[in-house]
């Protein structure tokens, strides 16, 4: 497995940025797809991103298409995901997950590290 340490969370109003980084170590991080996931209060954890192996695939759930961004820094072995437009509804514990292969989709079966998460509170 690897362990991934998120952070970047915090407040922020309406329509403003954040992003999020997901550092990684124990397991060469760019062999693998990573993803997102958050939980809202009262929700189930739910899917945002992934990105492939050697970041060549991209995708996104319907609420956040067009407004994050997911990417990969191999050097620093390290995604990101880049939040803009942020709106109440994103509020949420951001986790980033390691997959357990160089492919993987929405489903959390298909990841076998997370890390602690990280707070994001959209004020309106």
């Known amino acids: 497995q690897v362990q991934l340490v998120e952070s970047g969370g915090g407040l922020v109003q309406a329509g403003g940025s954040l992003r999020l980084s997901c550092a990684a170590s124990?397991?060469?991080?760019?062999?693998?797809?990573a993803g997102w996931f958050r939980q809202a209060p009262g929700k189930e954890r739910e899917f945002v991103a992934d990105?492939?192996?050697?970041?060549?695939?991209?995708y996104y759930a319907d609420s956040v298409k067009g407004r994050f961004t997911i990417s990969r820094e191999y050097a620093k072995n390290t995604v990101y995901l880049q939040m803009n437009s942020l709106k109440p509804e994103d509020t949420a514990v951001y986790y980033c997950?390691?997959?357990?292969?160089?492919?993987?989709?929405?489903?959390?079966?298909?990841?076998?590290?997370w890390g602690q998460g990280t707070q994001v509170t959209v004020s309106s």
């Open positions: 997950a390691a997959a357990k292969g160089p492919v993987a989709t929405h489903k959390e079966i298909e990841y076998d590290s």
């Open positions: 124990g397991r060469t991080f760019p062999n693998y797809a």
């Open positions: 990105i492939r192996w050697r970041g060549s695939t991209t």
